[in-house]
T-cell receptor, first 112, second 113 residues
Framework: DTAVSQTPKYLVTQMGNDKSIKCEQN?????MYWYKQDSKKFLKIMFS???????INETVPNRFSPKSPDKAHLNLHINSLELGDSAVYFC???????????FGQGTRLTVV | GENVEQHPSTLSVQEGDSAVIKCTYS??????FPWYKQELGKRPQLIID?????GEKKDQRIAVTLNKTAKHFSLHITETQPEDSAVYFC????????????FGKGTTLSVSS
């Protein structure tokens, strides 16, 4: 009964490939996010969705395309993977109000 | 947009000492300030948070203070233990739907026994 779950946990792929990471939350939250954590541990917001609507799209290459089929799911598709895309990608969800964001376990993406 | 600065980037203390981590934020409309702890290979998890209408909050050995005028907030850990060793992140956010937590760059705390 994991609150925010991501798959896969590890992803190793070659440069130029296309890959997807899936995220699901069973908390009933309206807002979901994708964060990128690089080797220096910085947690950088990539995208924010509220009720399937894109709210925040930070300066992320357009090779990254989020998709929210419903408010419980937020997937991340990455085209033409590059070495610099190697990082840990965290999905998170959050309800409205003075509340925390709940993180998934992360997906460690390694591009070789 | 919001920008959060966090200091120090690394902090080493002896077991039993106190540790203080400081953050500043830029967006005066931010009104929610959580602190997360991330152990190696794990997800970030909330340890304490504070709202803009509160100046201080305490939970056992952990306390957070907020100065809205100066736009800075701090995490205080007393009587540190080896299991407190982790990366700590401060964050700032508005509470409106869809707004994101903007994180500081993290502080690696090492507690030696």
């Amino acid at each position: 009964d994991t609150a925010v779950s991501q798959t896969p946990k590890y992803l190793v792929t070659q440069m130029g490939n296309d890959k997807s990471i899936k995220c699901e939350q069973n908390l009933g939250h309206d807002t979901m996010y994708w964060y990128k954590q690089d080797s220096k541990k910085f947690l950088k917001i990539m995208f924010s969705y509220n009720n399937k609507e894109l709210i925040i799209n930070e300066t992320v290459p357009n090779r990254f395309s989020p998709k929210s089929p419903d408010k419980a799911h937020l997937n991340l598709h990455i085209n033409s993977l590059e070495l610099g895309d190697s990082a840990v990608y965290f999905c998170a969800s959050r309800p409205l109000g003075y509340t925390e964001a709940f993180f998934g376990q992360g997906t460690r993406l390694t591009v070789v | 947009g919001e920008n959060v600065e966090q200091h120090p980037s690394t902090l080493s203390v002896q077991e039993g000492d106190s540790a203080v981590i400081k953050c500043t934020y830029s967006d005066s409309a931010s009104n929610y300030f959580p602190w997360y702890k991330q152990e190696l290979g794990k997800r970030p998890q909330l340890i304490i948070d504070i709202r803009s209408n509160v100046g201080e909050k305490k939970d056992q050995r952990i306390a957070v203070t907020l100065n809205k005028t100066a736009k800075h907030f701090s995490l205080h850990i007393t009587e540190t233990q080896p299991e407190d060793s982790a990366v700590y992140f401060c964050a700032a956010s508005r509470i409106q739907a869809g707004t994101a937590l903007i994180f500081g760059k993290g502080t690696t705390l090492s507690v030696s026994s």
